[in-house]
Structures are given as structure tokens and as C-alpha cells.
């Protein structure tokens, strides 16, 4: 089922602090911005994105709680050391939740194919719009009632097999896993209503409350990928312990 352009950028639009978090976190992974250096000031970044301040302070107050940087009071802010190789992030498949709850898994692929990077993705990617992207579309179902729709976006320099995958037999995270090895992600939940496209899969009205992960993955100092899961919000519940 394809999607008109408001809804593809509902799907994929990104905040402006996010977009000011992913230019940081690019410049970082490039090793553009090295570890103990300044990077620009709030007002400089304020300027550069044609946002306030206080967007910018976010920005730069997420990437401080995460470790990415550190405020030192009267001397700037500046790139922490970086431990990339050693984080440990748990991304789990649906699939596996469900098998673990005694349930049947199906999906059904709705899209597989290579697509150009339209502002928002070549933002979140940190690439030229009109880059190529791989991208698919996937409803997954807990004993035949459709639990999750995920559109994800592929970076195609580290995952060149994806489009030649088969996704009912393996899973998208179990093929990133195996090709482009996790370094750190980032991600967000919230919860919204649920746009036509996703209402029509999901069996739900337009409107509807849903809960949404949008989740970006780091491999090889790039961005591997860039994914929005959407979930009814009466059949479905985040969990998780330390």
C-alpha cells in the first residue's frame, strides 16, 4: 500500500532539535568533532538552523545526558570520549517477543524496494537528497491480529543484500545484526493517532491512539538505519527491565 506525501512525511519528519542531535552525533562518528574538542556555540547552531536557543539548549542537553557531550559552566561545550564500540544496545524483534509469549508470528511484506532520500530522510541520514536508500514496509501479526507496522529506511552501503532478503522467513533486525554490527542507537516513544495508512493495517479507525517507536541505528560510524514502528495502542504495551 503506498503512501501520499503527507503522510510519508508524517512518517519520517524530523524535529528540529533531532535534526540539530543528528548533525552533531554525523560530525562525531566522522570524527569530524573529536573527543575533548569544542563544538559550536549555542548561538552559532541557533543561527546555522534558523532556530531558538532553547531548541538548540535540547539538542545539546540530550546529547549531554546520553554522553555524546559535556558542559563545562563558562568554558563551552565539548565532544566526550566515546565508547561506541563497546555499548550495548538490545534491539529485539518483535518476532522474538511474540515466540516468547507463547504466540504465532506472520508478516507480510508490503514494500521492498530502493527509494530516494526526500529532505527528511537525507537529514536523518546525514547523505544528499536523491540518495539512494533501501527501503521496506512490513505488517507483523501475534496469532493473525496485526500487532506492529514498521517502515524502515536501509543504508545501502552497509546492508547491499537487504532488497534480496526474504523478511516472512527472517527478520530486518536479524539481517542488520549479522551485516552492519550495532555501535549505538537512539530512539523515541510517544504516543499518537494513527494516520489512514496505518489504520487500514493496523484494523483500527483513523485517529485512533497508537504507540510509536522511531529508533536510528549506528554501524561503522554511519547511520544504518532509520525506523518508525507503529503500534495499536489498546493490543500492545513497551516493557522492559535492568
Known sequence: MS???DEHAALVKVPAYQRIKNYIL?????????????????????????????????????LTDEQVLTRVQGSGTFVT??????????????????????????????????VSADEALAIAFGVEQGTVLYHSAIVSYEDGEAIQVEYRWVNPALAPGYLEQDFTK??????????????????????????????ELLD???????LILHRTTHSLNKIASVVTMWHPG??????GSY
Open 3 to 5: 503512501l501520499s506525501v
Open 26 to 62: 554525523d560530525k562525531v562518528h566522522k570524527g569530524e568533532w573529536t573527543a575533548g574538542g569544542a563544538i559550536p556555540t549555542e548561538e552559532a547552531l541557533a543561527k546555522q538552523f534558523q532556530v531558538s536557543r532553547m531548541t538548540v539548549n535540547r539538542a545539546m542537553r540530550e
Open 81 to 114: 570520549q566515546q565508547k561506541f564500540q563497546s555499548t550495548l544496545v538490545k534491539i529485539r524483534a518483535i518476532a522474538d517477543e511474540i515466540r516468547e509469549r507463547g504466540h504465532d508470528y506472520a508478516c507480510r511484506v508490503l514494500a521492498l524496494e530502493a
Open 170 to 199: 527472517t527478520t530486518p533486525n536479524a539481517y542488520l545484526t549479522e551485516v552492519a554490527p550495532l555501535q549505538g542507537a537512539t530512539y523515541r516513544i510517544e504516543a499518537g493517532q494513527a494516520i489512514a495508512a496505518v489504520a
Open 204 to 210: 483500527l479507525e483513523t485517529g485512533d491512539p497508537c
Open 234 to 239: 489498546h493490543r500492545y504495551q513497551f516493557v
